[in-house]
């Protein structure tokens, strides 16, 4: 189902004849073509014209031109100019440094620079711990790819996945006050991707990996994890898990069901399918069943890659078979995959008061209008249903309560106390099948993540300080 979206957005500058009707011609045109009219702004009138721009909502880029087409067909009008409004977001990228210090005396430039700086220097290196206090670590995150499982888009290489690093990094300044980077990397390489990260990890207090296709991106968070003492994240694994069980648990106490008693059907074994899986089984989930587009992920296959033969026998699944009829008798199904996963048919097998998380972008798995009255609770990963499940709920809130105890890493119960704290945003009052999970602009979620993590962080050891010594986040 096609939606109108702003992402989709398109200002036409037009001039029309200053007759009776000119406009309304134009938006009937507009009208026709399917077109959604969003904002008209009068730019000046001239002798027998006047100039307007029309901002109008399309449904994809194809219906944009469409659009486009249509006003350029329509008597009396001159489309002079068109502008994506995508796009103009985008020029001069979306993020830039500001200084924290003004530079205007020659007092400030000696103290910002040489030669007052060198004191400072020389205290970082008698003391490395005071980087802490006295550079950009204490509150700075390297967003990390190689531009090879970008958004949907696959391989489409570094330069091209800088506008998701951007947005990324624009996301945490916004949501979490955290300052982040986007480094962009110029190899696939493992070995020169874990290198190259190891090396400019000291200027940062934390490492979002990002859109680093599987199974590279397991070896590699892996293997940073193990040589770094700051936290390494791969959100497209560990952020999706954290949301996927926020929206899990509420959607539980929707349907009254227990996390140790449900069956769990996931479709999709790559990264965001094993750490949502194993996110699950930490909160208490007994029975996952994983399959691929092959069927059932268990310990008989013999085509199995070791990421997915691993899997296997961390479930252990007692059935065979196909994705639908894995979905005999479930109670839960989270798809990470494609559409047509599952059908409409296997979800009708599922136990009464299913819950359907159907995330696959731009389509889910199934759409929820095939399978409303089947399930109680339907998520998905868009922003034009409910329940959109989103990693932004996330990433901001864990790194800010990780970057306030100056965290060693992110352990899997500060993982499973940010999906709790998500789902606590929900009172009981407010909580419903169609609202499991909080918008991502409730700024109590990212205080709710970030002292949930810092507690948990503590807990596990890996504070270099204490929570309550940690600054307020914002």
């Known amino acids: 189902m096609s939606h109108h979206s702003a992402s989709f957005s398109i200002t036409l500058r037009v001039r029309l004849e200053d007759s009776p009707g000119s406009f309304a011609a134009l938006a009937r045109e507009i009208a026709d073509a399917g077109g959604l009219l969003d904002a008209i702004d009068l730019v000046r009138v001239e002798p027998g014209s006047k100039v307007r721009d029309v901002t109008v909502l399309a449904t994809d880029a194809a219906h944009a031109d469409a659009i486009i087409a249509s006003c350029r067909a329509v008597p009396g009008v001159e489309v002079e100019a068109v502008s994506d409004r995508t796009f103009l977001l985008h020029l001069g990228g979306k993020i830039h440094m500001d200084a924290n210090a003004p530079v205007k005396t020659r007092d400030d430039l000696s103290m910002a ?5 060198a004191r400072v220097c020389r205290a970082i290196a008698d003391d490395p711990e005071k980087a802490w206090n006295l550079t950009v670590k204490r509150n700075t995150v390297a967003v990390v790819t190689d531009g090879t499982a970008v ?5 489409i290489g570094p330069e091209a996945a800088m506008p998701v690093m951007e947005g990324k990094a624009l996301l945490f300044k916004e949501f979490g006050g955290v300052d982040a980077w986007p480094l962009a990397l110029a190899t696939k390489d493992v070995d020169q991707i874990v290198a ?7 200027g940062f207090g934390g490492i979002n990996l990002e859109d680093i296709s599987a199974p590279r991106c397991f070896e590699i968070e892996e293997r940073l994890r193990a040589s770094l003492d700051i936290p390494v994240f791969h959100d497209d ?20 069901k227990r996390v140790e008693d449900v069956k769990v059907v996931v479709t999709g074994v790559g990264a965001a399918g094993v750490a949502v899986s194993n996110t699950l089984m930490a909160a208490g989930v007994r029975r996952i069943v994983g399959c691929d587009s092959k069927g059932v992920v268990h310990p008989g296959r013999t085509d199995l890659t070791d990421v997915k033969r691993r899997f296997a026998e961390a479930t252990a699944p007692i059935e065979t078979g196909s994705a639908d009829e894995a979905l005999a008798g479930a109670d839960v199904f989270v798809g990470l995959s494609q559409p047509g996963a599952v059908s409409v048919e296997g979800i009708r097998t599922m136990a009464d008061d299913a819950i359907v998380f159907a995330m696959a972008n731009p389509t889910p798995e199934v759409l929820p209008e095939e399978i409303a009255g089947l399930a109680a609770v339907i998520a998905t990963g868009r922003s034009d249903y409910p329940n959109q499940i989103n990693n932004v709920l996330a990433f901001p809130g864990i790194f800010r309560g990780a970057l306030d105890v100056r965290a060693t890493s992110i352990t899997k119960a500060m993982e499973v106390a940010a999906g709790h704290a998500i789902a606590a945003v929900i009172g009981p009052d407010e909580l419903s099948a169609d609202y499991i999970v909080p918008s ?13 993590v810092a507690a948990a962080a503590e807990a596990d050891g890996v504070a270099r300080r204490k929570p309550e010594l940690a600054p307020v986040p914002g």
């Open 440 to 452: 991502v602009f409730n700024r109590d979620v990212v205080a709710n993540v970030a002292a949930a």
């Open 237 to 256: 694994q560990h952020g999706t898990a954290v949301v996927v069980l926020a929206a899990f648990l509420n959607a539980l106490r929707v349907v009254g």
């Open 196 to 202: 190259t990260v190891e090396a400019i990890a000291p």
């Open 113 to 117: 620079y040489t030669p007052g700086v």
């Open 151 to 155: 958004l949907g888009l696959g391989d």
